[in-house]
């Protein structure tokens, strides 16, 4: 059964930086791709940013291009998500997802919220 549990979400103000965790357990991690996605209050779920096995090719949301950095440490079963320069629509909950899809099994998120 495939488990997701984000962490590292926090209330951080604008320009500041925040790096999440997502710990998986019950698939083979290494060899599928990952994704994050997030969603706002009253917005629809969005897809943030995607990584590939094996050579680790990323892609983003242009909106978060610069800024976020995707990363894995297969070792660890652990996708991170480094968010730079962090802005207020950035604020959502923060979802792992195993796969391509945004509609793909997911953890039960960690809250960011870009405020001053």
């Known amino acids: 059964e495939v488990h997701l549990v984000e962490s590292g979400g926090a209330l951080v103000q604008p320009g500041g930086s925040l790096t999440l965790s997502c710990v998986a357990s019950?698939?083979?991690?290494?060899?599928?791709?990952m994704t994050w996605v997030r969603q706002a209050p009253g917005k629809p779920l969005e897809w943030v940013s995607t990584?590939?096995?094996?050579?680790?090719?990323?892609s983003y949301k242009d909106s978060v291009k610069g800024r976020f950095t995707i990363s894995r440490d297969d070792a660890k079963n652990t996708l991170y998500l480094q968010m730079n320069n962090l802005k207020t629509e950035d604020s959502a909950t923060y979802y792992c997802v195993k796969g391509l899809s945004i509609g793909g099994t997911r953890g039960q998120g960690t809250q960011v919220t870009v405020s001053s």
């Open positions: 019950g698939f083979e991690f290494s060899t599928s791709d």
């Open positions: 990584i590939r096995p094996p050579a680790g090719v990323t």
